[in-house]
């Protein structure tokens, strides 16, 4: 390992999935990627310790993105029973410098560090360089975060947005309310999700009298796209109309001017059906709302593009004391 390079273990921590790898913080290059099934492990420090065994050697620096609250040294995970620490990860890892950031923050502070293979485009418009960037997240579970530039570095921030209120559909489309347990109000969480898509889906093929199938969101999505079933298709336009909806609120929550970002398994899955339009007009409105939407570029990151292990990687190189340079270190 030359002297510039600076190598760090990096992961995201998932309710589903669990990806690590070595990379180099700067550069942002990967080696010995590892996708691993988060429910085969007691904990993450067990499917940690199992990677480590698998590199030649290990960085003395870890960065982790996590699936849940983040609270300073400690991780609580939303989708399992999962609390653990920075001393845990130490102790099987060996590493002296262990940072954690939250998943969603994660993905928008690598969102400028996109490239166009990372990118599958939207909405086409106009990214004010120094715009703040939003990144929405539907998968496992929802999210979204934004990401702000102060002086000379960008600034990730997240809240509670899964809890946010899910608006009243439109009087031509299916009242998901209906069929999802509330008190008093559905949230988004609980619609813009795999979970929600099986429950719409559920629903729509039950109004039509045939027997329900027991699929899972990537089979609804697969039956959906290629037509074969009119309630898993009519579940995906539905999808793409209240994500865009969705990603729309936030952004001018935001003033997202710098572009939105469309993250997790369920965004992806479904882009085809994201670009017949039904995203675009939700997401742009009408009035004063499309005249401020209507110029804000809208992508959806692969599911390849490693967001989440990049995004830990730069919150790490963001916790490290900043190195001298050569010239200062021949001053010195």
Known sequence: MVDHSRQAVVGAIGGTFISLAIMDIDELTVSNFALLNSRDFKDPMEALGRYLKSVPRIPNKIGLSIAGVVDGEKATMNHLTWSFGWNDIRAVSGCDHVTFVNEFEALALAAPRMTDYDLIEINRGVSMRDGTRVVVSAGTGLGAAALVRTGDKWHAMSGESRYASFPAPLGHEFDIRSVIAHEG??????????????????????????????????????????????????????????LGRFAGDVALHFGATGGVFLAGGLSSGIVPALQTGRFRDAFEGFGERHEYLGTIPVNVIKAGADAGLRGAAIALADSLPVRPTKIRQLQA
Do not use: C, H
């Not at 969101?217 to 336009?237: H, N, Y």
């Open 185 to 242: 109000f559905v949230t988004a969480g609980q619609v813009l999700t795999g979970r929600g898509l099986v429950a719409l889906y559920t629903a729509l093929a039950k109004a039509t009298g045939d027997e329900v199938a027991n699929l899972s969101p990537v089979q609804i999505t697969k039956a959906g796209l290629s037509g074969e079933d009119a309630a898993a298709s009519k579940s995906l336009d539905l999808m793409a109309t209240w």
